[in-house]
């Protein structure tokens, strides 16, 4: 989600959209994001939590890959998809933390999370700055687009496949 963040404002400018609406797009995204945490809570609740992560993950291949080869670069289609991403942005947090503290209990939560967190930041840094490098060198965001399409659905993947037994059950 770095990549939005980073970079979404000068990808939308790139597809000759002005400056104003780019800001007004990068906005929304970031209204989407506070919007999709607290649903995702909600429908944590309700749906398995690994199933959450796994739709989530799921729903940014199709959003991107939606955005990136069917739609034209529009105002329109340009805010929705900011809207969209922002609501899958941080709607992993929650379902992440609750399939740790559930694997390995409370105890292990803060060490774990940290760690999960550490190597989310250190992604996050690699596919901002490799976004910047290839911008510089193609003029393009596709190909960081692309891996991040791959990375996403082996995110989606390996959601769907985790085994959640309750730490507390076999305590």
Request: charged share 10%.
């Amino acid at each position: 989600m770095s990549l939005i963040q980073n970079h979404l404002y000068s990808q939308i400018v790139s597809y000759g959209i002005d400056k104003s609406t780019a800001a007004f797009a990068y906005t929304t995204f970031g209204i989407g994001t506070m919007l999709g945490a607290l649903a995702c809570g909600f429908i944590c609740l309700k749906i398995p939590i690994k199933n959450v992560l796994g739709s989530i993950y799921g729903l940014r291949v199709l959003l991107i890959a939606v955005f990136l080869f069917l739609l034209p670069k529009n105002v329109v289609t340009v805010v929705f998809f900011a809207v969209a991403m922002g609501l899958t942005g941080d709607a992993t947090v929650t379902p992440t933390s609750e399939i740790i503290s559930r694997k390995f209990g409370a105890e292990s939560m803060g060490l774990l999370f940290g760690f999960t967190f550490i190597c989310h930041q250190t992604g996050s840094f690699i596919s901002t700055w490799l976004a910047g490098y290839l911008y510089q060198i193609t003029g393009r965001y596709e190909m960081i687009w692309m891996m991040n399409l791959g990375l996403c659905a082996l995110a989606s993947v390996a959601s769907y496949r985790i085994r959640i037994v309750d730490y507390e059950l076999e305590a």
